[in-house]
């Protein structure tokens, strides 16, 4: 059993209801040792992850290149109009040679918002076991230099 596996905090076994405590049961403690290690660093955390940790995810979407439906870069005008609707899409790009950029701009700002929610969700997983990973490993490293 290793040192993540064995319980920090081992129960102590429950025979069963008694008139003193009926509302105990044994149910509750068959195949739980307890607490592991692991399990208890997990749980304590901290609640803001540390700056340079990014949890694994798939590449963050990019941006679309500016193009038009023919593959030209857009003339001066074009460009201040699809910059202008890029700050403010919530009216419609009118430059019928630009369609194409302006369903791919707005499937990337989709993407990314998804993306976006995935990445808080993945950090609110991921951080609490490479923390407690973490500490486990120093801890290891520390009875070994002992």
Not at 23 to 47: C, K, N, Q
Not at 108 to 118: F, L, N, R, T, V
């Amino acid at each position: 059993m290793t040192m993540q596996d064995r319980p920090a905090f081992p129960r102590q076994p429950v025979i069963g209801p008694d008139e003193e405590r009926p509302h105990r049961t044994t149910w509750w403690d068959e195949g739980h040792e307890g607490m592991s290690t692991l399990d208890y660093f997990i749980a304590h955390a901290p609640a803001k992850p540390w700056a340079w940790f990014k949890p694994v995810m798939p590449p963050k979407p990019t941006a679309p290149e500016m193009v038009g439906n023919n593959g030209e870069a857009p003339n001066d005008e074009e460009y201040r109009r699809i910059t202008d609707w890029r700050y403010d899409m919530s009216w419609d790009l009118d430059l019928p040679n630009f369609s194409y950029y302006a369903k791919a701009v707005s499937d990337y700002y989709e993407e990314k918002s998804q993306w976006d929610e995935e990445y808080k969700k993945q950090l609110d997983i991921q951080w609490p076991i490479f923390w407690a990973k973490t500490m486990l490993s120093q801890r290891q490293a520390q009875q070994g230099e002992r």
